[in-house]
C-alpha cells in the first residue's frame, strides 16, 4: 500500500508542478498550451479579414428576385394602373370622344404598369451586376465567389434585361397596340 500512496503523491506533486508553473507563464504571458490552437469561443479571428461572401449571395438571390417581379407583375404596378384608370374616369366623365376614353382609361394604365415593371426590371439588371462585380473591388479573396451565386446573380441580370425589353416594349405599344374606336354605325 505504500507503493500506491507513493505514486500518488508523486502523480499529485507532478500536476501541482505542472499547474504552478502553468499560472506562472499565464502571467508572464508565456504560456503556449496546446488549448490556445482551439478556437474556444467559436469565431474565428480571420472572419473579419476575409469577407463571407454573403452578402454577393444576397444580392444575386434578390436580383433573381426583382427579375421575376419585373415579368410577372407587383402589387406596385397593380396599384398605379388602377390610379391611372380611375384618373381615366374622372377625365372622360363629362363626355370625351372614344379614342380619348380609350387612352386615358386603358393607355394610362397599361403605361403605368409597363413603367412600374420597368423599374423592377432595371433593380433586378442593377443589383445582379453589383453580384457580379463585387468581389472585383476590395479586400481580394482567397476563396473564389461560388458557382451557385454566379449562376443566380446572372440569372438575375437576364430576367433583367428581359423585363427591361418587354417593358419598353409594353410601353411604346411595340408588343400590342392600343385598341382603336370605329366610328358607330
Given at each position: ?35 490556445e490552437d482551439e478556437d474556444l469561443d467559436g ?6 479579414k476575409e469577407p463571407s461572401g454573403l452578402g ?21 404596378g397593380k396599384v398605379a394602373a388602377e390610379r ?102
Amino acid at each position: 500500500m505504500s507503493d500506491v500512496s507513493g505514486a500518488e503523491e508523486v502523480v499529485t506533486k507532478k500536476a501541482a508542478a505542472e499547474d504552478a508553473s502553468y499560472d506562472l507563464d499565464k502571467v508572464t504571458g508565456d504560456a503556449v498550451t496546446e488549448n490556445e490552437d482551439e478556437d474556444l469561443d467559436g469565431l474565428d479571428d480571420d472572419s473579419a479579414k476575409e469577407p463571407s461572401g454573403l452578402g454577393a449571395a444576397a444580392a444575386a438571390v434578390v436580383a433573381a428576385g426583382l427579375g421575376v417581379v419585373a415579368l410577372t407583375g407587383s402589387w406596385t404596378g397593380k396599384v398605379a394602373a388602377e390610379r391611372e384608370t380611375l384618373i381615366g374616369q374622372i377625365k372622360t366623365s363629362g363626355g370625351g370622344t372614344a379614342a380619348q376614353q380609350i387612352s386615358e382609361i386603358y393607355g394610362d394604365a397599361w403605361h403605368s404598369t409597363a413603367l412600374v415593371n420597368g423599374l423592377f426590371a432595371l433593380l433586378a439588371l442593377l443589383v445582379g451586376i453589383f453580384a457580379l462585380v463585387r468581389p472585383a473591388f476590395g479586400v481580394p479573396s482567397a476563396q473564389p465567389q461560388p458557382g451557385w451565386v454566379r449562376a443566380v446573380a446572372t440569372a438575375g441580370i437576364a430576367l433583367g434585361v428581359l423585363g427591361l425589353l418587354i417593358s419598353v416594349g409594353m410601353y411604346f405599344d411595340l408588343i400590342v397596340a392600343l385598341p382603336t374606336a370605329t366610328a358607330a354605325q
